[in-house]
């Protein structure tokens, strides 16, 4: 440890308080990796902040040290767009946590960004509203990190991205400036609307520190189906069908291919599933409605035309809150594959006309790669998303890198993009001129350089060094 890095921890016990910053064995294994499964590596610093006062002090000295700083939430990315390297200081928003005002009258929810999207949610419904941000890793992951990332989850449908649920951001910049935009009006054009710098940059421009979030009137009514079909086009043909009877009211359309639907049932507690025969392709369907009188008899109507049309193979009809969410825990079986598998993750997007086409070749591909390779397929192709995850264990020797190279060479014809809700972070760097021009990266380069003139936030993040 330098002596200059001695002072600037002395600097950041003062503003932060000696409980404020943990060295060597005192930071615990949470700040060390994400759910990537990378090799933990332990930053030279933690710095946990409670107050957005606080965040700009930390900046500001780190700022003047030129000394990196690595953003960090709940840790559940998939980019490795959060992990620090050992010297680089770790900030963890972990402390400033909570809600701080619902707006009834704006319908809107300001809260800190340490705050998980589940405290968050429940707020809403207990003020008689909804948060639709949704994913998986709701218990874990935090409402900053969901906006450095521009997450999306299972209702983007219906509700669109996290940006499409911002309406207002406090900042802190890279010298410790406190950006207070904490706008609560839908409309608002003052120039630059500057909050969309912020959100999907993965802390490379500044650290998010407060909310605004717009908030829905409560559903009064949800109906789960979990459906059967002959192929992706029939998936795509059934989401037009359902999306022209339904509107709007078709909050999740989630795709899953057998292999991944089988890895999914293989979780269950029953570990059967739900359909007597194997079919080529599943539609996890949710119709939602503001009438509390909507008993599911129009939703079960229309599964009963498409059976009786030849436009759906099967369909199972939840029943109860209980059965519904046993048929979600199939589609989030992908909070178990760091336990289950070596996972290479892609969360890619394309036309939704080519993802069937695209899923095909990427399978085709790896198999004359590496014959017997396990790989799984699924995605929320009403927002044009396909993920899609390697077993590393079934392609032993290769490495990461090599199936990157395989998948994205397939991608660029279609000019998708390489990340579709998950971020760039450091898996995905090499590959964004796949998705990117060079005039669009030297413009993202001096977007940068003028918002963190010293390279200090998330460094290697988006961009290399």
């Known amino acids: 440890m330098t002596d200059t890095f001695t002072k600037l921890l002395a600097s950041l016990q003062e503003a932060l308080g000696a409980d404020g910053v943990r060295t060597g064995t005192e930071i615990g294994e949470r700040a060390l990796t994400d759910w990537t499964g990378q090799t ?33 939430g709940g840790m559940t990315g998939l980019a490795g767009g959060a992990i620090a390297r050992s010297g680089d200081v770790a900030l963890s928003l972990e402390r400033l946590s909570g809600i701080e005002e619902i707006d009834p009258a704006a319908a809107t929810l300001t809260v800190r960004a340490g705050t998980t999207l589940q405290v968050a949610q429940e707020a809403a419904a207990e003020a008689g509203f909804e948060l639709a941000l949704d994913f998986g890793a709701r218990g874990s992951c935090q409402i900053g990190g969901n906006l450095a990332t521009n997450a999306g989850g299972n209702r983007v449908i219906q509700s669109g991205t996290a940006r499409d649920q911002t309406l207002g951001l406090e900042v802190v910049l890279a010298d410790g400036t406190v950006l207070n935009s904490l706008n609560k009006m839908v409309k608002n054009n003052t120039g630059y609307d500057l909050k969309h710098l912020f959100i999907g940059s993965e802390g490379t421009l500044g650290v998010i520190t407060r909310a605004v979030l717009r908030l829905g009137p409560r559903r009064a009514a949800r109906h789960t189906a979990l459906i059967a079909l002959d192929h992706y086009d029939a998936t795509v043909a059934l989401l037009r069908r359902l999306t022209a009877h339904f509107g709007n009211d078709i909050s999740a359309f989630e795709i899953m291919w057998p292999d991944f639907f089988d890895f999914g049932v293989s979780l269950t ?26 008993d599911g008899e129009r939703f079960a109507q229309a599964m009963a035309d498409a059976l009786e049309e030849g436009a759906i193979r099967d369909a199972v009809i939840a029943q109860s809150l209980g059965e519904a969410r046993a048929l979600w825990t199939i589609r989030e079986a992908t909070a178990e594959f760091p336990a289950r598998l070596d996972p290479v993750n892609f969360d890619v997007s394309l036309p939704i006309g080519a993802i069937g086409r695209f899923a095909d070749a ?80 030297a413009t993202m380069r001096a977007i940068k350089h003028t918002l963190d003139p010293h390279g200090i936030l998330n460094p290697g993040k988006v961009f290399a060094d």
């Open 40 to 72: 933990p590596t332990r930053p030279a610093a933690l710095l946990l902040p409670r107050t957005t006062e606080q965040v700009s002090r930390a900046l500001a000295l780190c700022h003047a040290a030129h000394q990196p700083v690595v953003p960090q």
């Open 269 to 294: 507690a029953s570990k059967r599933s739900p359909f007597a025969d194997a079919h080529p392709m599943y539609a996890l369907v949710e119709q939602t409605s503001f009438d509390a009188a909507d």
């Open 362 to 441: 990427c399978r085709a591909r790896f198999e004359q790669c590496w014959p017997g390779q396990v790989s799984l397929y699924f995605g929320h192709i009403g927002d044009s998303n396909l993920h899609v995850t390697v077993d590393g264990r079934s392609v032993p020797g290769v490495t990461h890198e090599e199936i990157d190279r395989e998948l994205y060479a397939l991608l660029a014809p279609h000019h998708g993009s390489v990340s579709a809700e998950h971020g760039i972070g450091t898996l995905k760097r090499a590959f964004l001129p796949v998705s990117r021009s060079p005039a669009e990266l």
